[in-house]
């Protein structure tokens, strides 16, 4: 039971407190600040065993937390050196009063977090693993586990993220008005990727992709209850969330095998999360700019909200002419020409995949081609199937991709 409440509580506090004491401190203290938080679970761990979980464990986590954090820069020559004579007043007034941990304080200070992190400064992946790590309050077995990779890497990526925040000196604020547009856009990119890492993990482990996906949803939540940052695109990344969370259920089946979208039982599908994601894609049209957000929130709201192939496929296929203008990754290339081929045929969908060879090195265009054959020639649909397979990474996409070969064995 301890271990169960000491999990929940980790994951959704771990994180508002390394914002906190790093708002009160600087980043440059965010290793010391994760140390302190880290020290006050496993405190709760051992007193907790002893003597039963408390009344209300959140306000316990936050009283040591508090305490620890008092201690250690109080016996640090830093803290009367520097910190003290400028800050002394502040530090007893503020810091360690309860209110430092107040809703507001923790909103305000997530937030400032979260622009610290996603500065263009930090790069790629490291980025990522920072965002994990400090924003979502994930350990490094998880992290390691959600990029295929050891614990030794993430350490590194975590080092190098964090001595470039030291080195330039990155500031726990938001950016005044002439950059907060320029820099929400990098903040956006963040969650879009971390709600992404989730949603199409290839790691079988479920808790860990739904909860990538729940985390990434709350930040985007949080940039909405903000003025400076509850714009069109940020609700339009909103919407795209809820749509694509409101699926869970329905992607797997008993047997833990991927279910495609086309094959989902749409009464699993959480309604609660599809009306949520309505709620903000009405918010997104508020502007005049379309972002890609916007385009693929369109797209996620028909497969919701429209049965009926004749009324839904023309309408995603606009999106994704229109998506592929301002984004022509290869996942956007493939599904338009899957779009295509719902609405104008396999023929027409087969002359669209002459056009692009930067997504001939994917299993999924193959995995394309084969379905574009199985309406033309049995025999290609076959060979790229089987291609596609030689492609494959994942478990998931390896078993269907294999059923589909099984599949045409006993057809002519």
């Known amino acids: 039971m301890e271990h169960d409440v000491l999990t929940r509580l980790f994951r959704s506090e771990f994180s508002k407190m390394v914002a906190v004491i790093s708002r009160s401190f600087g980043l440059e203290h ?151 547009n320029k820099r929400l856009n990098v903040v956006l990119h963040i969650l879009y990727l971390l709600f992404n890492e989730g949603y199409y993990s290839t790691t079988g482990n479920q808790v860990l992709r739904k909860d990538l996906c729940s985390e990434a949803l709350q930040l985007a939540v949080l940039l909405t209850e903000f003025e400076s940052t509850n714009l069109p695109k940020t609700n339009a990344l909103v919407a795209l969330m809820c749509y694509h969370s409101s699926r869970f259920p329905a992607r797997e089946n008993a047997a833990n095998g991927a279910v495609t979208l086309d094959e989902q039982e749409r009464h699993l599908w959480d309604r609660d999360l599809i009306k949520a994601g309505s709620f903000y894609l009405s918010k997104a049209a508020e502007g005049n700019e379309i972002t890609s957000y916007h385009l693929e929130a369109r797209i996620a709201f028909c497969h919701a909200e429209l049965t009926a192939d004749k009324e839904k496929w023309p309408e995603i296929l606009k999106a994704y002419d229109m998506l592929i203008e301002i984004n022509n990754s290869p996942g956007v290339i493939i599904n338009r020409i899957y779009a295509i081929y719902r609405v104008h045929g396999a023929m027409a969908a087969l002359e669209e995949t002459d056009k692009y060879y930067n997504v001939r090195d994917s299993h999924y265009y193959y995995t394309l081609l084969g379905e574009l054959y199985l309406h033309v020639d049995k025999e290609k649909a076959r060979s790229n199937f089987l291609r596609a397979l030689s492609l494959a990474r994942s478990a998931h996409d390896k078993q269907m991709l294999q059923y589909k070969i099984d599949r045409l064995k006993g057809e002519p």
């Open 30 to 180: 965010l290793e010391t600040a994760e140390d302190i938080v880290s020290e006050t679970f496993m405190l709760a761990t051992e007193n907790w065993q002893k003597n039963g979980i408390p009344e209300n464990p959140q306000a316990w986590l936050y009283t040591v937390a508090k305490n620890k954090t008092h201690r250690y820069f109080k016996r640090k020559t830093i803290f009367s050196q520097k910190v003290a004579p400028a800050f002394q007043q502040q530090i007893e007034s503020t810091v360690f009063q309860d209110e430092n941990f107040s809703t507001q304080n923790i909103r305000d200070s997530r937030l400032q977090m979260m622009f610290a992190i996603c500065n263009p400064v930090i790069a790629g992946e490291a980025q990522i693993a920072l965002a994990l790590r400090v924003l979502c309050g994930f350990g490094i077995d998880e992290i390691a586990e959600a990029f295929f990779t050891t614990k030794e890497t993430i350490n590194k990526r975590l080092y190098r993220a964090k001595e470039k925040l030291r080195a330039e000196q990155i500031q726990m604020e938001l950016p005044g008005n002439r950059d907060i």
